[in-house]
């Protein structure tokens, strides 16, 4: 399952609509965000959150890369929440770790939580190989 489902399958569960918000451009071919750092758009009680989904390893790249891009701040400043969603394996447990983007005084500050959501699996042809003996 990729972080962007895993995100989907989670907000929604939350209560949120979501929608995709991640574009495939074949003349550059490159994957597009919205506003540069938006994979997914979710509704709900809260409010709109534009939700970029990761793999855990790169969360903080995409924390950098959403700090860095202008329209992030207007987004934030008209009421938009945002967070950066990673997921991946860690001692042997699947965890999922979200951090929130908050802004103050026109920087951005983030508000980070971390928790399993179950066993790590591992993929086919992946992990450790052993010798078998004849």
Do not use: H
Not at 5 to 26: D, H, P
Not at 50 to 73: C, D, F
């Amino acid at each position: 399952m990729t972080p962007t489902q895993r995100a989907l399958k989670a907000f929604r569960a939350a209560g949120y609509t979501c929608q995709v918000v991640e574009r495939w451009n074949a003349f550059a071919r490159v994957r597009q965000d919205l506003f540069g750092c938006i994979d997914i758009v979710g509704m709900g009680e809260a409010g709109i959150v534009g939700i970029q989904a990761t793999s855990l390893s790169n969360v903080k790249a995409r924390m950098k890369k959403s700090e860095a891009e202008p329209r992030m701040l207007q987004w934030l400043d008209c009421g938009g929440r945002f967070c950066v969603v990673g997921y991946g394996p860690k001692g042997g447990s699947m965890v999922e770790r979200i951090e929130k983007a908050m802004l103050e005084k026109g920087t951005i500050t983030w508000i980070s939580e971390t928790r399993t959501i179950g066993k790590a699996r591992l993929k086919a042809g992946k992990g450790v190989r052993r010798k078998t003996s004849k």
